[in-house]
C-alpha cells in the first residue's frame, strides 16, 4: 500500500515515515500542499495523510482541490488543532477521519487500515478465499491452520488481489503503489511476483488470472 504524506516539519514526518514503512506501508512525503496535489493527480495512492498547518496552501486547500478535481483517495488530517471548527471544517472538505498530534502510532496505523478497508469496501480485517485466509491487522497468510511465508511485497500484491475480489486489480496501479519516488518498480518485477505467488498458492483455492491488458484478477478454484 502507497502513502502521501503531506507534513511540513521533518522532525515528525521522518518518525511518521519510519513508523509507516517498518508496518509495511510504501510512503512518499511533501512538505507543502502544491507538490502533494499534483502527486495525487498523477499517481494513484491507496490513503494520504495531510497536514492543516502547511506553508502557502493550507490543509483544507488541498482537500477541497482534491474534491473538486474528483480525487477520491482516502484523507487523513493529522494536526495539531484539536478545535472542534476545524475538525468539521475538515471533513466537511472530504477528508475521511481527523486525528490530533501527538498520536499513537498504533493507533494511525489502525485508522489507516480501516480508511483503506472502507475505501475497499472490506468491513473485516480477515479476509478468506478457498482456503486462504489474510489477518490484514496482523499482515499475516495461511490456508488450512499452516502459515504461508510471503515477502512484503507478495504480501501486498495479495492483499489487493483479495480486497478487490471479485474486480480486476489495474496492473499499473499495483507497480505504482509498490513504488516510491526513490524506489520505483517495473511491470516486469510485478510479473516475478505474480510468478512466485502462484507457485506459493497452489493447493490454497485460489489462482491469480491475468487479464490481457488489464491486470490480474483472484478467482476461487475447486479442488479435486
Not at 514503512?21 to 507538490?35: L, N
Not at 475538515?90 to 480508511?115: I, N, Q, S, T, W
Request: charged share 30%.
Amino acid at each position: 500500500m502507497r502513502i502521501l504524506l503531506v507534513e511540513d516539519d521533518p522532525m515528525v514526518a521522518d518518525g511518521i515515515r519510519e513508523g509507516l514503512e517498518k508496518a509495511g506501508f510504501a510512503v512518499d512525503h511533501t512538505a507543502a500542499a502544491e507538490p502533494a496535489e499534483s502527486a495525487l493527480a498523477l499517481t494513484h495512492y491507496d490513503l494520504a495523510i495531510v497536514d492543516i498547518g502547511l506553508p502557502r496552501m493550507d490543509g483544507h486547500e488541498l482537500i477541497r482541490r482534491l474534491r473538486r478535481r474528483a480525487i477520491e483517495v482516502p484523507i487523513l488530517i493529522l494536526t495539531a488543532r484539536d478545535g472542534l471548527d476545524d475538525r468539521v471544517i475538515g471533513l466537511d472538505l472530504g477528508a475521511d477521519d481527523y486525528m490530533v498530534k501527538p498520536f499513537h502510532l498504533p493507533e494511525l496505523l489502525a485508522r489507516l487500515r480501516a480508511l483503506i478497508r472502507r475505501s475497499r469496501s472490506a468491513t473485516t480485517s480477515e479476509l478468506s478465499a478457498g482456503s486462504l485466509r489474510l489477518d490484514l491487522a496482523r499482515r499475516t497468510a495461511s490456508s488450512r491452520g499452516a502459515p504461508l511465508e510471503l515477502t512484503g511485497r507478495e504480501w501486498e500484491i495479495l492483499q489487493q488481489l483479495m480486497l478487490a475480489t471479485p474486480n480486476v486489480v489495474d496492473k499499473q496501479k499495483t507497480v505504482e503503489s509498490l513504488s516510491e519516488w526513490d524506489k520505483e518498480l517495473t511491470t516486469n518485477a510485478v510479473e516475478i511476483y505474480i510468478s512466485r505467488l502462484r507457485t506459493k498458492l497452489q493447493g490454497c483455492g485460489v489462482e491469480i488470472r491475468t487479464i490481457r491488458g488489464i491486470g490480474y484478477r483472484l478467482d476461487e478454484i475447486l479442488l479435486a
